[in-house]
């Protein structure tokens, strides 16, 4: 089965990226296919290169990275949310006269439109957060 994750809750205040997480590390041991994760709303702050939690926490970002390369999954985040809570990529950075960018390696920046097309293509939509 093709399986899209939608992402809403911050790794911080909720439990929605770890569920979201160990939900894909499940379904993927069953056999199926995680084929695009998006990340929406508070759920960007996952894709943050700056995130620096105490060492006795998990880096939910880190996780998805490793989960994205192991098996070939698309980590999309919102380009609209992401721009709204200061996630940027090199080039959102420089449009908008940023000093820096922090978009964490393997996630991308797109539009709602990926997430659609994620819903078409893809036998469910599971989403995480509220």
Sequence with gaps: MKIAVLVYGSPTASSAAATAYRYARAAIGLGHQITRVFFYGEGVHGASALAAPPQDEVNWG??????????EIEMIVCIAAALRR????????????????????????????????????SDRLITFGG
């Design 62 to 71: 880190q996780r998805w990275q490793q989960l994205a390369q192991e098996h």
């Design 86 to 121: 200061g996630v940027l990529n090199q080039q959102e950075a420089q449009r908008h006269g940023k000093s820096a960018a922090n978009l964490a390696a393997g996630f991308e920046l797109s539009g709602l439109g990926q997430l659609a097309d994620a819903a078409l293509n």
